[in-house]
């Protein structure tokens, strides 16, 4: 919690698919003192998604409602009334495998950011890893950028990059990305939150 002396924190809500491994980066990061954000949501579209359990344990909120069988509008909808019932000023996507409708990126335009796994603009999308092999890169990485209707290419807020060694596979590179991942990610939010104030 925030000490009753510090400004107060921005709410932010976390979108997931799965495991949720920058989920709990940035939801053990909100503890630390100097934090600039607590989490209040944890939502996802898969009610089975692993880091729902880990955010239940901490005591986070939760929110799951698969996208199947449902519109992408529909859905989108969905997920932004549970986080506006949070209380949520700012959605942060982790691993939120959904492209979401240009409504949607609108209207939270400016207060939503997402962590991507490349050194944006280069491979925008999936298989951001064997594509960067493939093109012989020395490095790979990860960005994190603001959320607009246009996939992966709103304005890249931070970037750290991974160096591709000899005899690299996409799983490999993958796995050390994540480290990268789970530095980059709270720093940059905490920063961006702080100069949002």
Do not use: C
Not at 66 to 91: L, T, Y
Not at 92 to 109: D, S
Not at 125 to 135: C, P, V, W
Not at 169 to 182: G, I, P, Q, W
């Amino acid at each position: 919690m925030a000490d009753a002396a510090s400004p107060a924190r921005t709410r932010v809500a976390i979108f997931i698919s799965g495991r949720g491994s920058n989920m709990a980066a940035l939801l053990y990061a909100a503890a630390l003192p100097d934090a600039a954000y607590d989490v209040v949501l944890v939502a996802a579209n898969d009610p089975q998604a692993e880091g729902l359990a880990l955010a239940e344990a901490e005591g986070i909120p939760t929110f799951a409602l698969s996208h199947k069988g449902m519109s992408r509008a529909d859905h989108d909808a969905a997920m932004d009334e549970a986080a506006r019932n949070a209380g949520a000023e700012f959605i942060v996507l982790a691993g939120y495998m959904r492209i979401l409708t240009e409504g949607f990126a609108r209207q939270w335009q400016g207060r939503m950011l997402n962590i991507h796994p490349s050194l944006l603009p280069k491979y925008p999308g999936l298989d951001t890893h064997q594509r960067a092999i493939e093109a012989g890169d020395s490095h790979g990485g990860v960005s994190v950028h603001l959320v607009t209707p246009e996939l992966d290419a709103g304005q890249v807020l931070a970037q750290i990059k991974v160096a591709i060694r000899a005899g690299e596979t996409a799983d490999s590179l993958a796995e050390r990305v994540r480290f990268a991942e789970h530095q980059l990610y709270p720093r940059v939010l905490n920063d961006y939150l702080r100069m949002k104030r």
